[in-house]
């Protein structure tokens, strides 16, 4: 971050200052967390829904805070306090300043799936060539989005941010703070369908990102997907489009299929290009990356070798070999559409004997137990031995496949069930949302 003075954030979040003095000091990053802040830096109190920023102002002062943003102030913090009435909304209004020093080209990514493996393959394309920053593990929340623009400083030529929202109006603040020269939409599912009427509602709402873009108004849109001409019909004259069908400006087509990964090729290429994932629905968010690296002048030859050398992330279906068990880690998050093809991909894999594990799927709302039994209608032909759910909303999964399928509500009994279960050979796909708390289960049968 560049060095700013308090007198530059105070003005930008209208804060009040009551000891002039504060004004000249200068402030070297901004934190909301103390224990990691450094001395130097600015805190910023937020309120959570879990802890109260206020809570620790003494402590962010002991630790070398230069002053501290708050909306209700304590009697000996008074002299280094900025005070706003909103503290959440002082970190945004900062950020969005902030970024409105640089030049930085911006992407912003928004979409049902695949934001933050998105975000990923764009980094590592563009980084071939160009000193580029982005989103900080899946910071993509009005909270996490202002704290990775503050990683921005003069030596960037590019910043991906990743966008993310369970209601209408989110992407507009987001994307409104990141002012965005590009847009990605990944695609439309019925992640967080709970809190929208419709699939059409969500795509409405990712639509948000479209009005806030800026400069070129670029839009790199998904050509599979049913909303694609909604998104077009918005779409200012700038766009690119990518997906599997004929048509696309960034078409693909999987030539090989392995079981721990697969090949593919681009239209118009001669190369073809490696890629060390299970899941073969990768290749959208490697599509996305090719048609970001082209526009920018990224050779095949350094696309090629992003592809192959890029691995998956934790939680995102990271592969974990102990002794002759195979353990595929997709514990980060769930939701019907990624359920559906991760399951029907698992299905068509030449494993010895698969184990499927899943979690509840989260944010579902009055379609929960709808949403649910239709995955269990999904995986009812599928080749897989067996099928193991968790939580209380996933036993309408197992009720429906019926055979070969075994229900647990303790992550101690699942646990060990699946313990007992592990003979060799076996490979675990392992699915569920972030609140199921699954990766407990990996870390278990590892250690195991």
């Not at 209208?14 to 224990?35: A, Q, Y």
């Not at 280094?80 to 020093?101: E, H, W």
């Not at 698969?354 to 269990?376: P, Q």
């Amino acid at each position: 971050m560049e060095i700013l003075k308090i007198q530059q954030i105070a003005n930008w979040c209208t804060g009040e200052v009551f000891n002039k003095n504060l004004l000249d000091k200068k402030c070297s990053g901004i934190s909301i967390d103390t224990r990691r802040i450094k001395k130097g830096e600015l805190f910023i109190a937020i309120r959570g829904e879990k802890h109260d920023g206020h809570k620790f102002i003494g402590q962010a002062l002991e630790k070398g805070a230069i002053a501290v943003v708050v909306d209700n102030i304590p009697d000996f913090a008074r002299n280094y306090t900025i005070r706003v009435p909103d503290t959440l909304k002082a970190l945004g209004d900062i950020a969005f300043n902030y970024k409105k020093m640089f030049n930085t080209y911006t992407i912003g990514i928004t979409g049902s799936d695949g934001k933050t493996t998105t975000k990923e393959l764009i980094k590592k394309t563009l980084s071939v060539r160009y000193k580029t920053t982005s989103t900080e593990g899946n910071f993509n929340n009005a909270i996490g989005l202002p704290l990775s623009i503050f990683h921005l400083d003069r030596t960037k030529e590019f910043c991906i941010l990743e966008m993310g929202m369970n209601r209408t109006g989110e992407i507009d603040y987001l994307s409104r703070i990141a002012q965005p020269q590009a847009a990605v939409i990944t695609n439309i599912g019925t992640a967080h369908i709970g809190y929208f009427n419709s699939m059409s509602a969500i795509a409405e709402a990712k639509s948000e990102i479209i009005k806030n873009l800026i400069g070129e108004k670029l839009c790199v849109l998904n050509y599979d997907s049913r909303f694609y001409n909604f998104f077009k019909q918005k779409a200012p004259a700038c766009s690119l489009s990518f997906g599997k069908k004929p048509g696309a400006d960034v078409r693909g087509l999987i030539t090989q299929e392995r079981n721990d990964s697969f090949s593919f090729y681009v239209e118009g290429e001669k190369e073809l290009f490696n890629m060390h994932f299970w899941n073969t629905t990768i290749v959208y968010p490697a599509l996305i990356a090719y048609a970001i690296g082209k526009k920018f002048s990224i050779s095949t030859t350094n696309l090629k070798e992003v592809f192959e050398n890029i691995k998956p992330l934790p939680g995102r279906g990271m592969i974990h070999k102990t002794g002759n068990t195979t353990i595929i880690d997709e514990t980060y998050n769930c939701n019907p559409n990624s359920l559906k093809w991760a399951l029907y991909t698992f299905s068509r894999k030449n494993f010895k004997k698969k184990i499927a594990v899943l979690g509840d799927m989260e944010e579902l709302g009055r379609l929960s137990y709808v949403l649910h039994r239709n995955i269990g209608l999904f995986a009812k032909n599928l080749d897989i031995d067996l099928l193991v759910t968790f939580g209380r909303k996933s036993k309408a999964i197992s009720q429906t496949v019926g055979k070969n399928c075994k229900h647990f509500e303790e992550i101690d009994a699942l646990n060990r069930y699946l313990s007992k279960s592990i003979k060799g050979q076996e490979t675990i796909l392992i699915k569920g949302s972030r609140a199921m708390g699954l990766e407990k289960t990996v870390e278990y049968l590892i250690q195991k």
